[in-house]
């Protein structure tokens, strides 16, 4: 059974940093494309970031310059850089593979930035 946990969200000034962290189980996580979703309140999940099993990333426009993808595949761990964050970064973000299981979505770690 796949699980992936979500963490390192809180609540923080507009530019201010956060570090998000997705930690995989009961999968051959190094195989799995993976992606950072978030959804805000009263929008759809929209993609942040992805990164290949081989390392490669993309972004959303409007996270460019701000966010870093990467993973760890020793410790199953796929991570979120956030910098200089703005009030329109508030959501829940969630990882998952890519394409996205329904199955794997965990519980999301809320992100609140304040102005």
């Known amino acids: 059974q796949v699980q992936l946990v979500e963490s390192g969200g809180g609540l923080v000034q507009a530019g201010g940093s956060l570090r998000l962290s997705c930690a995989a189980s009961?999968?051959?996580?190094?195989?799995?494309?993976m992606n950072w979703y978030r959804q805000a309140p009263g929008q759809q999940r929209e993609l942040v970031a992805g990164?290949?099993?081989?390392?490669?990333?993309n972004y959303a426009n409007s996270v460019k310059g701000r966010f870093t993808i990467s993973r760890d595949n020793a410790k199953n761990t796929v991570y979120l850089e956030m910098h200089s964050l703005k009030p329109e970064d508030t959501g829940v973000y969630y990882c998952?593979?890519?394409?996205?299981?329904?199955?794997?979505w965990g519980p999301g770690t809320q992100v609140t930035v304040s102005s």
């Open positions: 990164i290949t099993s081989s390392g490669t990333t």
């Open positions: 998952n593979s890519n394409p996205p299981r329904a199955d794997y």
């Open positions: 009961g999968m051959s996580f190094r195989w799995y494309a």
